[in-house]
């Protein structure tokens, strides 16, 4: 696997998605939004923190004038389950008004926080409000969400890498690898098979 610790990969089930994998889907997904929004001067919102570098890597690739911005939101915390209450941590620093609005998301898992955003970024009246996710458990979808831009359909697994973490870690490798449970179930409790 490279790049993680040993102590790191021993939490890996397997990786799902390899760093060339990655990057090759990325430019394609670059590819399809430019001929979209090549005229359009779209802006980029980055949800942090999972998109960051799948934000970076997707702008690079885009050949097209582009703008971007950032927003933080939290339903997680420190759990592998989404607490179902969505916290705005950081706003945007401009206004999209009359803006071609395209949400980069590292993972669309049940959409709860991701729903919650797209519902107020509408209400602040963009010209058009996309969303372009490298990955996408639709197994777990718990609302409604129409991905414009797909990197991958993934299946349920705690999958970290590429920007995606468990408890800030793992973000830093270049490929997505999924979880052993053990490696993110709680500690220290003796029901805890």
Same mark, same amino acid.
């Given at each position: %696997?490279?790049?993680?610790?040993?102590?790191?990969?021993?939490?890996?089930?397997?990786?799902?998605?390899?760093?060339?994998?990655?990057?090759?889907?990325?430019?394609?997904?670059?590819?399809?939004?430019?001929?979209?929004? +090549?005229?359009?001067?779209?802006?980029?919102?980055?949800?942090?923190? +999972? =998109?960051?570098?799948?934000?970076?890597?997707? %702008?690079?690739?885009?050949?097209?004038?582009?703008?971007?911005?950032?927003?933080?939101?939290?339903? !997680? $915390?420190?759990?592998?389950?989404?607490? +179902?209450?969505?916290?705005? *941590?950081?706003?945007?620093?401009? #206004?999209?008004? $009359?803006?071609?609005? *395209?949400?980069?998301? #590292?993972?669309?898992?049940? $959409?709860?926080?991701?729903?919650? *955003?797209?519902?107020?970024?509408?209400?602040?009246?963009?010209?058009?409000? $996309?969303?372009?996710?490298?990955? =996408?458990?639709?197994?777990?979808?718990?609302?409604?969400?129409?991905? /414009?831009? *797909?990197?991958?359909?993934?299946?349920?697994?705690?999958?970290? &890498?590429? +920007?995606?973490?468990?408890?800030?870690? !793992?973000?830093?490798?270049? !490929?997505?690898?999924?979880?052993?449970?053990?490696? !993110?179930?709680?500690? &220290? /409790? #003796?029901?805890?098979?």
């Amino acid at each position: %696997m490279g790049i993680g610790t040993a102590a790191q990969e021993e939490d890996f089930a397997s990786v799902l998605l390899t760093e060339a994998e990655i990057a090759e889907r990325v430019e394609a997904l670059a590819r399809e939004i430019a001929a979209q929004y +090549g005229d359009k001067h779209p802006l980029l919102i980055g949800v942090l923190k +999972g =998109s960051i570098v799948f934000l970076a890597d997707l %702008m690079r690739k885009l050949n097209i004038p582009l703008e971007i911005d950032l927003i933080c939101a939290s339903s !997680y $915390g420190c759990s592998a389950e989404t607490s +179902g209450t969505v916290t705005l *941590l950081k706003d945007l620093s401009q #206004d999209i008004r $009359g803006r071609h609005v *395209l949400v980069v998301e #590292d993972i669309v898992d049940t $959409g709860v926080t991701l729903r919650c *955003l797209l519902d107020l970024l509408q209400e602040r009246s963009p010209a058009s409000l $996309g969303i372009v996710a490298l990955l =996408s458990k639709p197994d777990r979808r718990r609302a409604h969400i129409d991905i /414009d831009f *797909l990197g991958f359909e993934i299946p349920d697994e705690f999958v970290v &890498g590429y +920007g995606l973490d468990f408890a800030e870690k !793992y973000r830093h490798l270049p !490929y997505v690898a999924a979880l052993k449970p053990e490696a !993110y179930a709680p500690s &220290g /409790d #003796d029901n805890t098979p």
